[in-house]
T-cell receptor, first 110, second 115 residues
């Protein structure tokens, strides 16, 4: 079983839609959780960290359920510029190896 | 502040050859990690260097090796290249460990093609 699992999509949504991505992780000792964004043929960039209490950054909301080992990302009012691959990332030891999911592809259409 | 840089951007090699990829960490960052990203997959951790020592390794064979220099830059060496080594190789640097949300900053990657 992979350590981090995501629905690969693709998700095709119209501008203005709300879209949710889910992710599960297998190692209960995981300490840190992130969502990264990767544009086509570019490097991954941190979108947001995910905290147990849930956190929001503008149109983006991340949730963590440690009991279910489940992470989510909600994007409201989708923009064309949100089209990218969203990578769920788990870190077992602080500052150490990042474990990436396969990524979920999002295409926002006019 | 200069970000993470990698060289070369693209590389074509043949099976059995050896390759060296280079990474310069972001200013003030002393930890460098290397990842391999095959097409359609998420990045996979190869190893990490901290204070010029290997600080952990993923599930990669010994023909993947690395170095970190006193200025914190790093090299990834791959011997006896195989077709499956074709991938985007990403370098990420991070500052002194600051806690659970320590961010790793990625370079643009080196795209390696093995023929």
């Amino acid at each position: 079983r992979k350590e981090v699992e995501q629905d690969p999509g693709p998700f095709n949504v119209p501008e203005g839609a709300t879209v949710a991505f889910n992710c599960t992780y297998s190692n209960s000792a995981s300490q840190s959780f992130f969502w990264y964004r990767q544009d086509c043929r570019k490097e991954p960039k941190l979108l947001m960290s995910v905290y147990s209490s849930g956190n929001e950054d503008g149109r983006f909301t991340a949730q963590l359920n440690r009991a279910s080992q489940y992470i989510s990302l909600l994007i409201r009012d989708s923009k064309l510029s949100d089209s990218a691959t969203y990578l769920c990332v788990v870190n077992i030891n602080s500052g150490y190896a990042l474990n990436f999911g396969k990524g979920t592809s999002l295409l926002v259409t006019p | 502040e200069t970000g993470v840089t990698q060289s070369p951007t693209h590389l074509i090699k043949t099976r059995g050859q050896q390759v060296t990829l280079r990474c310069s960490s972001q200013s003030g960052h002393n930890t460098v990690s290397w990842y391999q990203q095959a097409l359609g997959q998420g990045p996979q951790f190869i190893f990490q260097y901290y204070r010029e020592e290997e600080n952990g390794r993923g599930n990669f064979p010994p023909r993947f090796s690395g170095l970190q220099f006193p200025n914190y830059s790093s090299e990834l060496n791959v011997n006896a290249l195989e077709l499956d080594d074709s991938a985007l190789y990403l370098c990420a640097s991070s500052p002194l460990w600051e806690g659970p949300t320590n961010e790793q900053f990625f370079g643009p990657g080196t795209r390696l093609t093995v023929l």
